[in-house]
């Protein structure tokens, strides 16, 4: 079996289940309990969120251990969105608003988010704030300026994602937080994809809320983190026992946490080259392809495991089949979305035609990915989209005309 689906998850690790194990077997205390076990459990989950803090320079008591990223996704933007509402931005705390009539407040995202983000913003519409989903150009990047234009005395939040989970746009989050910072409004970015793949440090990019997964990074899958810099005014979604500083309650998962800690670790600068010249000779490859184009930008603006194509008078989920037949698994979208046979947002946004959408194809690769694997895909892939054209009536009306 070829995996080539690892932006939907990956692997996990072997090294990262030995970490884990002793927290099922012997090591299950609560980290809240007051005992022997139970103070030794707190100290790993502290051990952890040390881990985590380090890899992107924050201090231990500003990251938050949640179930994923789609947990920490709902709480950053509902969490300030109502902490914050009424007020403004924090530029503007303290002046009369000349806010727009029935709006609490106002948050600025784009049209690429994972649909987590996007849809926690339709409801907070549905409650009574107003959302700009900003445009994008035909690679993937926020403008600046339009940032810029869009940002008023109302907003509270900016949420930018890092590395875009379908096309591997990775944004340039300094400059994007220097306009936030300039009107003193929270900027907040998704980087589910991008962690431990590319820059993220929340000093020299100047972030004040940040949200990580494991299950990207050969973690397990539900476990996730998020930065929330010192002083931030958020309001917790989960109540109860008060855990993770009284921001998110719950028995704590240690032995996810331990197994997110360690994946951090065993994640390194040459598995980033390795990725990426494996990328580069499936793009080159796949390129060969009549009637092919790449979606997405190149090079090191692009996340180093994401591939995403689009093929000319074939449908997507067509290719994904016939390649699974042949034991390669890929997907056409953010796994997220692919069951739903509707063209890929992030595609529509960067100016794709619906039909140039439903032909696309995402091929995303690990570290544990070989060149083997990508010279079967290779092999294979230009064998199925022949086939698939030759089969295809679009083909043949287009020939007629
Ligand atoms: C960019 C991005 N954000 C958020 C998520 C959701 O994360 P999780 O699966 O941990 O809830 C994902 C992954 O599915 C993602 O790719």
Same mark, same amino acid.
């Given at each position: 079996?070829?995996?080539?689906?690892?932006?939907?998850?990956?692997?996990?690790?072997?090294?990262?289940?030995?970490?884990?194990?002793?927290?099922?077997?012997?090591? !299950?205390?609560?980290?809240?309990?007051?005992?022997?076990?139970?103070?030794?459990?707190?100290?790993?989950?502290?051990?952890?969120?040390?881990?985590?803090?380090?890899?992107?320079?924050?201090?231990?008591?500003?990251?938050?251990?949640?179930?994923?990223?789609?947990?920490?996704?709902?709480?950053?933007?509902?969490?300030?969105?109502?902490?914050?509402?009424?007020?403004?931005?924090?530029?503007?705390?303290?002046?009369?608003?000349?806010?727009?009539?029935?709006?609490?407040?106002?948050?600025?995202?784009?049209?690429?988010?994972?649909? @987590?983000?996007?849809?926690? @913003?339709?409801?907070?519409?549905?409650?009574?704030?107003?959302?700009?989903?900003?445009?994008?150009?035909?690679?993937?990047?926020?403008?600046?300026?339009? #940032?810029?234009?869009?940002? $008023?005395?109302?907003?509270?939040?900016?949420?930018?994602?890092?590395?875009?989970?379908?096309?591997? $746009?990775?944004?340039?989050?300094?400059?994007?937080?220097?306009?936030?910072?300039?009107?003193?409004? !929270?900027?907040?970015?998704?980087?589910?994809? /991008? !962690?431990?793949?590319?820059?993220?440090?929340?000093?020299?990019?100047?972030?004040?809320?940040?949200?990580?997964?494991?299950?990207?990074?050969?973690?397990?899958?539900?476990?996730?983190?998020?930065?929330?810099?010192?002083?931030?005014?958020?309001?917790?979604?989960?109540?109860?026992?008060?855990?993770?500083?009284?921001?998110?309650?719950?028995?704590?998962?240690?032995?996810?946490?331990?197994?997110?800690?360690?994946?951090?670790?065993?994640?390194?600068?040459?598995?980033?080259?390795?990725?990426?010249?494996?990328?580069?000779?499936?793009?080159?490859?796949?390129?060969?392809?009549?009637?092919?184009?790449?979606?997405?930008?190149?090079?090191?603006?692009?996340? @180093?495991?994401?591939?995403?194509?689009?093929?000319? !008078?074939?449908?997507?989920?067509?290719?994904?089949?016939?390649?699974?037949?042949?034991?390669?698994?890929? /997907? $056409?979208?953010?796994?997220?979305?692919?069951?739903?046979?509707?063209?890929?947002?992030?595609?529509?946004?960067?100016?794709?035609?619906?039909?140039?959408?439903?032909?696309?194809?995402?091929?995303?690769?690990?570290?544990?990915?070989?060149?083997?694997?990508?010279?079967?895909? #290779?092999?294979?892939?230009?064998?199925?989209?022949?086939?698939?054209?030759?089969? /295809?009536?679009?083909?043949?009306?287009?020939?007629?005309?």
């Amino acid at each position: 079996m070829v995996y080539l689906d690892s932006g939907a998850t990956t692997k996990v690790d072997p090294e990262v289940i030995k970490a884990m194990m002793p927290y099922f077997t012997e090591k !299950y205390g609560n980290a809240s309990s007051t005992h022997q076990k139970g103070q030794e459990a707190k100290r790993t989950l502290n051990d952890a969120r040390q881990i985590i803090a380090k890899s992107i320079g924050a201090k231990d008591e500003e990251i938050i251990f949640t179930s994923g990223g789609t947990e920490a996704n709902n709480f950053v933007l509902k969490g300030i969105a109502f902490a914050n509402k009424d007020k403004g931005n924090r530029a503007n705390h303290g002046f009369a608003l000349p806010r727009e009539q029935g709006s609490l407040g106002h948050i600025i995202t784009t049209k690429i988010e994972h649909d @987590c983000v996007l849809n926690s @913003c339709k409801w907070l519409e549905t409650q009574g704030f107003k959302v700009t989903y900003l445009d994008v150009d035909e690679s993937g990047f926020v403008k600046p300026e339009d #940032l810029e234009n869009a940002i $008023t005395p109302e907003t509270l939040l900016v949420s930018i994602i890092h590395g875009n989970n379908e096309i591997g $746009t990775i944004q340039n989050l300094k400059e994007l937080s220097a306009v936030c910072k300039k009107y003193n409004v !929270y900027f907040h970015t998704d980087a589910c994809q /991008s !962690y431990t793949k590319t820059k993220l440090n929340v000093k020299k990019q100047n972030l004040d809320l940040v949200t990580l997964n494991s299950h990207k990074i050969h973690g397990p899958r539900g476990v996730g983190a998020l930065y929330i810099r010192k002083g931030t005014n958020i309001t917790p979604l989960l109540h109860g026992g008060g855990q993770e500083f009284g921001l998110r309650s719950g028995t704590d998962n240690v032995a996810g946490v331990v197994g997110f800690a360690k994946a951090v670790q065993l994640a390194n600068q040459k598995h980033v080259e390795y990725m990426t010249r494996l990328r580069d000779k499936l793009i080159e490859g796949v390129l060969k392809i009549p009637d092919t184009r790449l979606n997405g930008p190149t090079n090191d603006k692009r996340l @180093c495991n994401n591939v995403n194509v689009s093929f000319k !008078y074939v449908e997507g989920e067509a290719i994904g089949g016939y390649l699974d037949a042949e034991e390669i698994n890929t /997907s $056409t979208g953010s796994a997220c979305s692919s069951p739903k046979l509707e063209p890929s947002h992030v595609l529509l946004a960067i100016g794709l035609k619906p039909e140039q959408a439903h032909g696309s194809l995402r091929l995303t690769i690990s570290r544990f990915t070989t060149e083997q694997e990508i010279n079967r895909v #290779l092999d294979v892939l230009p064998k199925v989209i022949a086939k698939l054209r030759k089969m /295809s009536p679009l083909v043949k009306f287009i020939k007629k005309i």
